[in-house]
C-alpha cells in the first residue's frame, strides 16, 4: 500500500522541506518586525464647548469645533455661568481626525474610550454608583465644504468610577477625580474621511439624570484605529498566502481521491483543516477599501472562532489517532467528549461577541462593558477563556505523552530487525516525534496569542490603550498557522511510491514467511502508516 510522503520521503528532501517552511516563518516575523508598524495607533482628543443658542428648536444641528462654520466656543463652565448658559445648551465636539488631516478606510474600525475631568468640589460631589447620561451624535463627510450626514444617535448612560486621592476638604477643591476611562463607541469600518461627534450631558433633577456626577470640565476621547501600513502588510500577506494554500489542499485531496480505499478520518480532518485555513486567508477585506461594510470586525472573528475551532479538534484527533493501543479509531464518535467542549466554546464566543459587535451593526455607541452586568460577563469570560486555552494545553501535552510512552514500549521490537529495517524504522520514529514537538510549540504559540488578543482587546476597554502587540507576533503567528497547515498537508498526502509487504521486506532482507504479521500504526490501519510494520517471526527474533 502506499505510505504518507513523511515516510516515504528521503531524509535530505525531508531537510530541505523543512528548512524552506523555517525560512519562511522567519520571514514572516520579519516583515511584521521590520516592514509593518504598530498594529494600532492611539489618538488624544480633547472636546470643544460649543453652545446652542437655538431656543425652542428641535437640537438636531451638528456643531463643528473649528473651521468656517464653527460654532459659538466658551473655555470653560464658569464663562457659562457669567453668560447665563445652561448645561442643556452645551454641546462637546470633537472632530476625528485633528485639522488638515483625514481618515482612511485602511484604517479598518475605530474604538472611542471617553474620560471626563472631574472637579472636586463640596457642594457638588460625585455621588456613590453615580450614572453619567449622554445624548450623542455621529456624523461624516467625505469633503470639507459638505454638509454633515448624520449616521447614529444615541442616548447612553456609564456608570463612573471615580476616587479622589486627598481630603475632601475645601482646600482641596479645584482638584480632579481620577476616573476610569469608559467604552464609548466602535465602528467596524473607517469608509469616511472626516467624522463629527456631538455630545450632550442633559440635566433633568426630578428625573435625576446626571445628577450627582460631580462639576465635569472637560472631556477628552481617545481613538485607536489600526495602522493603515499593518492594514497593506497585513491584506499583502493574506493575498500572497491564500492561492499557496488552497493549491496544497486541491493537491492533497486529488491524491486521496486516487487511493484505492475511502480517506480515513485524519485524512478528512486534515482537509477540513486546510478549508478553515483558506476561509481565514481569504482577502475579502480588499472589498472594505471601497465598501462601508460595516459588519467585517464581527465577520472577522466568525472565520477565526471557526479556525479556532477546527485546529483544536485537529490537534484532539491528530494526537487520538496516533495512540498505537487505542483500540477505536477512524470515528468520529470516538472522540466527542474532547471535540464537543471546543465546539461549545466556540458557540459560547460567538454568542458573546454577537452580544456586542452585533448590536453595534445598529447602535456604535453600544458597549457591553458599560453596565456592570456587562463588565463582570466580559472579565468572566476572558478569564474562563485563558484558563480553557491553558486547560486544553495541558490536556493536549499529556495526549501527546501518551503517544510518545506507547512508541517508547514499541521501540523495544527495534533491535531484533535488521540493522538495515532498524535504522529505516529508527528514522520514522523520529520523524514523527520531531512533527509532534513542532505541534505542541504551535499550540502553546496559538493558546499564547488567543490569550493575549483576548486581553489586549480587554486593555482597550479597560482604558490602557497604550497596550500594543508587536506586528511580528501577529504577521509570525499567521504565518505559523499557514506553514502549519501546509506542512500537515504535504506530508501526510499519500506518496505516490508503492511500499507493499512483499516489496518493503523484499528490499530489506526480510522473511516473511507465513507468521501472523503484527502491525502496528500510528494512525489507523487503513491509512498512512506512519510509523512500522514488522511480523510476528522478527518479532520474535
Request: a neutral charge; one cysteine or more; aromatic letters at 14%.
Amino acid at each position: 500500500m502506499a505510505g504518507a510522503i513523511i515516510e516515504n520521503m528521503s531524509t535530505k528532501k525531508l531537510v530541505i522541506v523543512g528548512v524552506i517552511l523555517l525560512i519562511f516563518q522567519v520571514l514572516s516575523f520579519l516583515v511584521g518586525g521590520l516592514i509593518a508598524p504598530s498594529p494600532t495607533t492611539a489618538v488624544h482628543y480633547l472636546a470643544t464647548k460649543c453652545v446652542d443658542n437655538r431656543k425652542h428648536l428641535q437640537r438636531t444641528k451638528l456643531f463643528m469645533p473649528w473651521g468656517p462654520n464653527q460654532c459659538e466656543k466658551i473655555r470653560d463652565f464658569d464663562e457659562a455661568m457669567g453668560k447665563q448658559i445652561k448645561a442643556d445648551d452645551i454641546v462637546f465636539a470633537v472632530h476625528m481626525p485633528m485639522p488638515n488631516k483625514d481618515m482612511s478606510p485602511w484604517f479598518q474600525f475605530i474604538l472611542v474610550i471617553l474620560q471626563f475631568d472631574i472637579a472636586f468640589k463640596l457642594v457638588n460631589p460625585i455621588e456613590e454608583g453615580a450614572i453619567a447620561t449622554i445624548d450623542v451624535s455621529l456624523a461624516f463627510r467625505d469633503d470639507t465644504f459638505s454638509e454633515w450626514t448624520e449616521m447614529a444617535h444615541s442616548i447612553e448612560h456609564r456608570k463612573l468610577s471615580c476616587i479622589f486621592s486627598t481630603a475632601k476638604a475645601p482646600e482641596n477643591e479645584g482638584r480632579h477625580y481620577e476616573c476610569d476611562l469608559l467604552p464609548f463607541m466602535e465602528m467596524g469600518s473607517v469608509a469616511h474621511k472626516y467624522y463629527l461627534i456631538n455630545i450632550r450631558l442633559p440635566v433633568n433633577e426630578k428625573k435625576r439624570i446626571n445628577v450627582g456626577i460631580g462639576e465635569i470640565k472637560d472631556i477628552r476621547l481617545v481613538g485607536i484605529h489600526q495602522n493603515g501600513g499593518f492594514t497593506k502588510v497585513w491584506f499583502a500577506m493574506k493575498t500572497f498566502l491564500t492561492p499557496s494554500i488552497l493549491i496544497i489542499m486541491i493537491w492533497y485531496w486529488r491524491r486521496i481521491t486516487l487511493m484505492t480505499r475511502p480517506p480515513v478520518l485524519l485524512e478528512k480532518v486534515i482537509f477540513a483543516l486546510g478549508i478553515s485555513m483558506t476561509f481565514i486567508n481569504i482577502p475579502v477585506e480588499w472589498f472594505s477599501i471601497g465598501f462601508n461594510w460595516t459588519w467585517m470586525l464581527l465577520f472577522g472573528d466568525i472565520r477565526q472562532g471557526i479556525f479556532y475551532a477546527m485546529l483544536l479538534s485537529f490537534w484532539i484527533i491528530f494526537c487520538g489517532e496516533h495512540l498505537m493501543d487505542q483500540t477505536q479509531r477512524n470515528r468520529f464518535s470516538v472522540y466527542w467528549k474532547q471535540v464537543g467542549p471546543i465546539v461549545f466554546g466556540s458557540f459560547c464566543l460567538f454568542i458573546f461577541d454577537m452580544c456586542e459587535r452585533g448590536v453595534q451593526l445598529k447602535n456604535p455607541f453600544y458597549s457591553i462593558w458599560a453596565s456592570d452586568v456587562g463588565t463582570e460577563l466580559a472579565m468572566a469570560f476572558i478569564i474562563v477563556a485563558g484558563i480553557c486555552a491553558c486547560l486544553y494545553f495541558l490536556f493536549l501535552c499529556f495526549m501527546v505523552f501518551q503517544v510518545f510512552r506507547n512508541i517508547s514500549g514499541k521501540r523495544s521490537c527495534l533491535p531484533a530487525m535488521s540493522k538495515a529495517r532498524r535504522l529505516h524504522y529508527e528514522g520514522l520514529i523520529f520523524r514523527f516525534k520531531f512533527l509532534m514537538l513542532v505541534t505542541l510549540a504551535c499550540a502553546a504559540m496559538t493558546v499564547i496569542f488567543f490569550i493575549i488578543s483576548q486581553v489586549n482587546e480587554g486593555h482597550w476597554h479597560w482604558g490602557n490603550y497604550t497596550v500594543q502587540v508587536n506586528s511580528a507576533f501577529f504577521t509570525g503567528i499567521y504565518g505559523m498557522w499557514n506553514l502549519y497547515v501546509f506542512a500537515i498537508m504535504f506530508l501526510y498526502a499519500p506518496s505516490h511510491k508503492q511500499y507493499g509487504d512483499e516489496q518493503s521486506n523484499g528490499d530489506l532482507g526480510v522473511n516473511s514467511g507465513e507468521d501472523a504479521q503484527l502491525t502496528t500504526t500510528i494512525t489507523h490501519v487503513d491509512g498512512p502508516t506512519v510509523l512500522y510494520k514488522m511480523t510476528g517471526k522478527e518479532a520474535q527474533e
